[in-house]
Nanobody
Framework: QVQLVESGGGLVQAGGSLRLSCAASGSMFGINAMGWYRQAPGKQRELVALVTSVGDTNYADSVEGRFTISRDNAKNTVYLQMNSLKPEDTAVYYC??????????????WGQGTQVTVSS
């Protein structure tokens, strides 16, 4: 029902910046939140940043103050501005949409992932 297209990943030096974009298409009814997760080699996938349907934001402690999530509702697009990047930020970043599935609760939709590599 929801398709996500990500862009903006790549290789950057420590201290640099990247801007990730995620454009959503399909049925956008009942969307609870959109956000970004990441998964480093050997690690579990973790929440990076989230923005709810009413505009509230949530950040992982490790990125708060460096990353900023924003959305453009007219374009159904979510952005992740990443500043002061560290090698520890190296991971595959996944766009996520949380959609309410009636009484079953939220269903997660995922992008294909985009690689972010921060060199030291």
């Amino acid at each position: 029902q929801v398709q996500l297209v990500e862009s903006g990943g790549g290789l950057v030096q420590a201290g640099g910046s990247l801007r990730l974009s995620c454009a959503a298409s399909g049925s956008m009814f009942g969307i609870n939140a959109m956000g970004w997760y990441r998964q480093a080699p050997g690690k579990q996938r973790e929440l990076v940043a989230l923005v709810t349907s009413v505009g509230d934001t949530n950040y992982a402690d490790s990125v708060e103050g460096r990353f900023t999530i924003s959305r453009d509702n007219a374009k159904n697009t979510v952005y992740l501005q990443m500043n002061s990047l560290k090698p520890e930020d190296t991971a595959v970043y996944y766009c996520n949409v949380q959609k309410q599935a009636g009484r079953l609760g939220p269903v997660f939709y995922w992008g294909q992932g985009t690689q972010v590599t921060v060199s030291s």
